[in-house]
């Protein structure tokens, strides 16, 4: 099979790879559709240490190939989806309700491309299927199953984070796919006041469509003196980081009032100093302000639940797909992806089943 790695730092390509045969309580999946995610883009930077000629990919649907002899409750040929978090669901961390820590490590849920091979590939192996792959409903496309396995589960989870009550108000910082999920998820909570911070204008328009009351151009103005004069000086509940920078990470801080809860989403590994949190804003430690970081939650009901909310309408992330390659094409899918060309913001990629 064809398998999109990781050569080494900095530089990917596709290579042939045999097919993985399934443990008892796994599954192959033929892989049907996929996506580049920014972390991928970390990863071939050398934020995330993996080894070389890794599987990249943690975005991926597909039919059942094979199933291991203990796994119960699904078939091949089936179309299933499965998280970018494959926790086993059975560890400690796990039962205390913390999947993506899985057996204690930490992010130890995140497998794909981390411990073993990604699922950018013809076909790819799922631990604990039986917990882990979530069948796709019939009616619900490929394309929005996708969204469930990463983008919308982690924006989810920041949005939960956030611990909104209804008619609350939260700022969003930045809105890559992560940042536009979270801003779907606080529309879903009942955010009374939803600011989103973001300078490109196809994102800000995106943001807008996804329930966005306000955005805030960082480019124009300073982001948090804006935010506190549209709360009239009170600032917000709470604060989504979903970029992974210092200065948006200290900006939740600004911008959230006595007693807000900051939801940090980003991932920081690209820049390696210490998050710095200012203390006046904080309180000098006494503010009352909750700080949350979180990630993709992972497991077959999770994905349910996100299913549901689009096969009733309620969702739709499919406009977050700004472009579609055939998996001939993932080296320039993946190339746009890095450096931002042409607006992308998610790569929608095909897999040809006749090349299986």
């Not at 009239?232 to 600004?254: H, K, M, N, S, Y």
């Not at 009032?257 to 100093?273: L, T």
């Not at 998050?275 to 992972?298: A, C, H, T, W």
Request: glycine letters at 12%.
């Amino acid at each position: 099979m064809r398998a999109f790695v990781l050569r080494k730092v900095g530089e990917v390509g596709v290579i042939e790879k045999p097919v993985p045969e399934p443990g008892p309580n796994d599954a192959v999946v033929r892989t049907t559709a996929a996506m580049v995610c920014t972390t991928d883009v970390h990863t071939m930077r050398g934020a995330i240490p993996v080894a070389p000629d890794v599987t990249l990919g943690h975005e991926a649907v597909g039919v059942v190939h094979a199933l291991g002899s203990a796994v119960e409750g699904l078939a091949k040929g089936q179309r299933v989806a499965v998280a970018g978090v494959t926790p086993c669901f059975q560890c400690d961390a796990c039962q205390r309700g913390f999947s993506s820590q899985c057996q204690g490590r930490m992010l130890g849920g995140a497998r794909f491309t981390n411990r073993r091979d990604g699922n950018m590939a013809q076909y790819f192996l799922v631990n604990n299927a039986q917990a882990n792959l979530a069948p796709i409903p019939e009616g619900l496309s490929d394309h929005k199953a996708l969204y469930a396995t990463d983008m919308l589960s982690t924006g989810f989870v920041a949005a939960e984070h956030a611990e909104l009550a209804l008619g609350e108000t939260v700022a969003i910082f930045a809105q890559g796919a992560v940042g536009l999920s979270a801003t779907i998820g606080c529309r879903l909570r009942g955010a009374g006041l939803i600011i989103a911070v973001e300078s490109v204008p196809a994102r800000q328009d995106l943001a807008r469509r996804f329930g966005a009351d306000l955005v805030v151009d960082h480019t124009r103005c300073d982001p948090v003196a804006r935010i506190l004069e549209l709360t009239d000086g009170q600032g917000v509940d709470a604060a989504i980081e979903a970029l992974g920078a210092p200065q948006t990470w200290e900006a939740t801080f600004r911008v959230t009032k006595p007693g807000g809860r900051i939801s940090n989403v980003g991932y920081h590994g690209e820049v390696p100093e210490p998050l710095k949190i200012p203390l006046e804003p904080f309180g000098y430690g006494m503010s009352d302000k909750q700080v949350y970081g979180g990630f993709n939650r992972g497991g077959r009901g999770w994905l349910r639940r996100i299913f549901r909310l689009m096969e009733t309408g309620k969702v739709d992330p499919t406009p977050m797909t700004t472009h579609e390659f055939g998996f001939d094409e993932i080296e320039r899918a993946f190339r746009m992806m890095a450096s931002k060309e042409g607006g992308i913001i998610k790569p929608l990629i095909h897999f040809d089943a006749d090349s299986a």
